[in-house]
C-alpha cells in the first residue's frame, strides 16, 4: 500500500451553512500516492464542492480532508489546481502565463528561473511563447492551463473537468496529452468528469458519487494495462465491462 | 468586396458630403446676403482662423495646460478613489453614495464659486476641467474592478495570492480597459470643463477669446475659436485612444 495522498472521513457540506442544501454526505475516500483518480457523478452531485474543498477553496460542515497527513485549511503550494475554463490572463504571453502560478506562489526569480522551453516542448506549444490566449484555439489555452500547473510541479492535480467546454475531438488530444504527462511524472491525479469513458481512459480507480447530497456509492478500480492509447484501449474487452458497469451504477444504462 | 449585408462607410461618399455641405454653407450665406456678424461664410473662418493663428496658439496653450492638468488629475485621484471604495468596505458605504450624490450636481453651476474660491487664473479652469473628467473615470474604474471574472478570482485564490496581489496582478490590469473607457469619456469632457470656466471669469484660454470675440461682434474670429477648441479637443482624444491602443485586451 502506498502512502496515503489524500484521505477524506466523514465530509458534509452544505451550501449556505449548516440548514442550507446539503451538497455532499459523510464522504469517504482515500487517495494514494502517485494514484489517478477519476470523480464521476450527475451533475449537481457536489464533486466540484469536493474537489475545491481539497484545494483549500471551500470549507466544509464536519468530517476531515487531510493532505499527506494535513488537514486542508487553506490553499497548498504543493497542490496544482486545474479549472473547467481555461483562465488564462488575456494581457499576459503563453511564457508568462505558463510561469503565472510560480510567480504568485514563489515570485519573479523563480518565474524567471523555470524551464518554460521545456513545458513549451512538452505540451507541442513551440512557436507559440509569445502569442496570447485570444491567439490561441481552445485546445491549446487549456494545454497552457494544465502547462501552468504542472510548471509547479505539484504533488496533487486536481482537475475540475478540464475539458468540459472543449468539443470530442480536442478532448481525445488532451486525453492522450494528459496520459503521456502523467506517465512521464507519476503525480497524484484527481480528475473530476462527467464521462465515463474518459474516466476509465484515465484513472487507476473511478469514484462515483450518487445524486446531491453527494456521497461516494462505487470504488471501481481500472485494471488496464499502462501505458494506454485511447485508440488501442478502447479496443480493450475490458475497458467496454468497465464503461458498461460505470453505467449500469450510474443508472444511464 | 464587400458581402451583402456587411456595413461599409464608403470615404468617396462620405467626402463629397461633405464637400457639399461646406459649399452649400459657403454659397447660401453670399446668395442669401446672411449678415458676417450672423453667421460668416467658410472662407471668413478661414481667413480669421490664418490670421489669428498667433492669438489662438498663445491661447490654444493655455487651454490644453488646463485641460492636461485637469484631466491628469482626474485620472490619478479617479483611480485611487475607485481602488479605495473597492478595497475598503466602509468606503463603499460611504464615499460612494458621496461620489454619486456629487456627480449629480451640474458642476457648470460650480464654475461661479470656484472663480471665487481660486481666482481668475489657471488654478479655477483646473479644477473644473477636473470636476468634469473625475467622475466619469472613477465610474468606468470602479466597474472594471467590480467586474473581474470570478473564474479568474478563484485561479489566483487557488495559487495562494493575497488580497495585494489580486489586486496588483489580476484586478488593476483587469480594469484597465474600463479605465480607458472612462478617459475616452472623460477627455473631451474635461476640456468643456477648462472652457466653462474660461467663460466664467478669465483672462486667457479659448473661452475668453470666445468670449471677448462674440463681445465684439468678431463672429468669425468665434468660429475660429471654437475650430480651434474643437481640433484640441480631437487631439486629445485621439491621444487616448492612442494609449488605449497599448490596453488591447477586453473583457475576459
Known sequence: MTEMAIRVDGLTKYYGGAGGTKALEDVDLGIGDCEFVSIIGPSGCGKSTLLRILAGLHGHDSGTATLFGEAVTAPRDDVGVVFQTSNLLPWLTVTRNLTLALE?????????????????????????????PHELSGGMKHRVAIGQALMQNPRVLLMDE?????????????????LRLWQRDRKTVVLITHSISEAVLLSDRVLVLSERPGRLIADIRIDLPRPRDPSTTRDLPAFGDHVVELSRIMGVV | MAVQGEKRSNPLIAGAFFVALALIWEFSVRWFGVKAYLLPSLSDIGVA??????????????????????????????VALAALIHVVPIARSTLYP????LQSIPKIGLAPLMVVWLGYGFGSKLVMAFLFAFFPIVIATLGGLAGVPANLEEHFRALGAGRWTMFRRLQVPAAMPNFMDGCKVAMPLAVIGAIVGEFVGSNNGLGNVILLATGSSQTALTFAALLAVTLLSLAMFYIVELVSKFIWWRAI
Do not use: Q, Y
Not at chain 1, 504568485?104 to 523555470?114: C, D, L, N, S, Y
Open chain 1, 104 to 132: 504568485i506562489r514563489h515570485g519573479k526569480a523563480a518565474a524567471a528561473a523555470a524551464d518554460v522551453a521545456a513545458m513549451i516542448e512538452l505540451l507541442n506549444l513551440k512557436g507559440f511563447e509569445d502569442k496570447f
Open chain 1, 162 to 178: 478540464p475539458f468540459g467546454a472543449l468539443d470530442a475531438l480536442t478532448r481525445d488530444r488532451l486525453n492522450i496529452e494528459l
Open chain 2, 49 to 78: 482662423f490664418w490670421d489669428a493663428r498667433g492669438l489662438l496658439l498663445e491661447h490654444g496653450l493655455v487651454t490644453l495646460g488646463e485641460v492636461l492638468s485637469g484631466f491628469v488629475a482626474a485620472a490619478v485621484l479617479g
Open chain 2, 98 to 101: 458621496m461620489v454619486i450624490a
